[in-house]
């Protein structure tokens, strides 16, 4: 069965510095994996994916992802936080090959940017 | 940009009623989805829907729910007799041919 571990429930950045939000994923097929972005009292966005194309992927607002077979990561990275960025990031996986795919989400991680 | 849409954004219900929350998904998707997120939780799948059947439902869809494609628009979620514990914040989604599910902004339901 395909997981999904979001190893931070919290991450503090200070603006213009790093982000990186961290996950690990299980599944026994190659998997599709995504990143999405909930700000508060908003819905889901998707940022980016990874489908077995490039193993780095860009997605919107300057954030990107390497997905990595040997370390089973997918870890979500952006150079340069801005105070926009705050809001929940979830890691998502799905079995790939297949048209009705269900996503299974990690549990979050609750991205907070100080001036 | 196409979107999906949900309404209401916010419903309010007494135990034991029944409630249908509505979707129109984006217009030429063919796979459509119901998930939930339950305050503080991670989001769940409950159900996906393809040529006017379930394809696959999670456990949590027992007997109470239902979904319904009633025309070529509308996707909606039936909870026949509402319980407490199924206030959460329910998000619709579809897929095209591509690999993404696009999510709406969700419903939130309060049962009370």
């Known amino acids: 069965a395909q997981s999904v571990t979001q190893l931070d429930s919290h991450v503090s950045v200070s603006e213009g510095t790093p982000v990186l939000l961290r996950c690990n994923y299980s599944?026994?097929?190659?998997?599709?994996l995504f990143w999405y972005v909930q700000h508060p009292n908003k819905g889901l966005q998707l940022l980016l994916k990874y489908t077995s194309a490039a193993t780095l992927v860009k997605g919107i607002n300057g954030f990107e992802a390497e997905f990595k077979k040997s370390e089973t990561s997918f870890h979500l990275t952006k150079p340069s936080a801005h105070m926009s960025d705050a809001a929940e990031y979830f890691c998502v996986v799905s079995l790939k090959n297949t048209g009705f795919q269900k996503l299974v989400f990690g549990t979050g991680t609750r991205l907070l940017v100080s001036p | 940009e196409p979107e999906v849409t949900q309404t209401p954004s916010h419903q309010v219900t007494q135990m034991g009623q029944e409630v249908i929350l509505r979707c129109v998904p984006i217009?030429?998707?063919?796979?459509f989805y119901w998930y939930r997120q339950i305050l503080g939780q991670k989001v769940e799948f409950l159900v996906s829907f393809y040529n006017n059947e379930i394809s696959e439902k999670s456990e949590i869809f027992d007997d109470q729910f239902s979904v319904e494609r009633p025309d070529g628009s509308n996707f909606t979620l039936k909870i026949r007799s509402t319980k407490l514990e199924d206030s959460a914040m329910y998000f619709c989604?579809?897929?095209?041919?591509?690999?993404?599910?696009?999510f709406g902004p969700g419903t939130r339901l309060t049962v009370t």
């Open positions: 217009s030429n998707h063919l796979y």
């Open positions: 989604a579809s897929k095209g041919r591509t690999y993404e599910q696009y």
């Open positions: 599944s026994s097929y190659s998997p599709s």
